[in-house]
């Protein structure tokens, strides 16, 4: 598993952004948040050894985990990111995101007609609650006190 942010920062645009584990972990290092900044790490996924094989190591790549993908102030950066995400087959991007209606907008490329056609899986983050609180009310009604309810 690898993580690669190649920008840093995000600006809340729905109640789900209440909680955000971004915003609260930028305000504990004194960072703003609302500053959305290209970051060093930027062509991680395509940065190679000496001898011609990629640093970032084939598999999972947790993408954008410190802002939220399609956010608008990146939108200059993306269409590189794409070109990164095409080159590097041998490896599953995985970012979650609020904006998913920007999606569209932002691929300039023909998409696949399947989402599991691709190296890049996404998961609206209304989906991904959806799914959490679903797991969570389950496990409540199952359990009580540490033990399995009859």
């Excluded at 999972?60 to 939108?75: G, N, R, T």
């Excluded at 995101?97 to 691929?107: E, L, Q």
């Amino acid at each position: 598993m690898s993580m690669w942010n190649p920008w840093r920062g995000c600006k809340k645009c729905s109640d789900g952004c209440l909680h955000c584990y971004i915003h609260k972990g930028d305000y504990k290092r004194g960072i703003n948040t609302s500053d959305i900044v290209r970051t060093k790490d930027f062509c991680k996924p395509i940065e190679k050894l000496k001898n011609g094989s990629y640093k970032m190591k084939s598999g999972m790549v947790y993408l954008c985990f410190s802002s939220d993908f399609f956010i608008e102030e990146a939108d200059e950066w993306r269409d590189e990111c794409w070109k990164m995400i095409r080159e590097r087959q041998d490896c599953t991007f995985l970012f979650l995101t609020k904006r998913i209606d920007r999606f569209s907008v932002t691929v300039k490329t023909p998409t696949p007609k399947k989402q599991n056609e691709s190296n890049v899986k996404y998961m609206p983050w209304r989906k991904l609650w959806h799914e959490h609180f679903t797991q969570m009310k389950k496990k409540q009604s199952t359990w009580r006190c540490g033990k399995r309810a009859a």
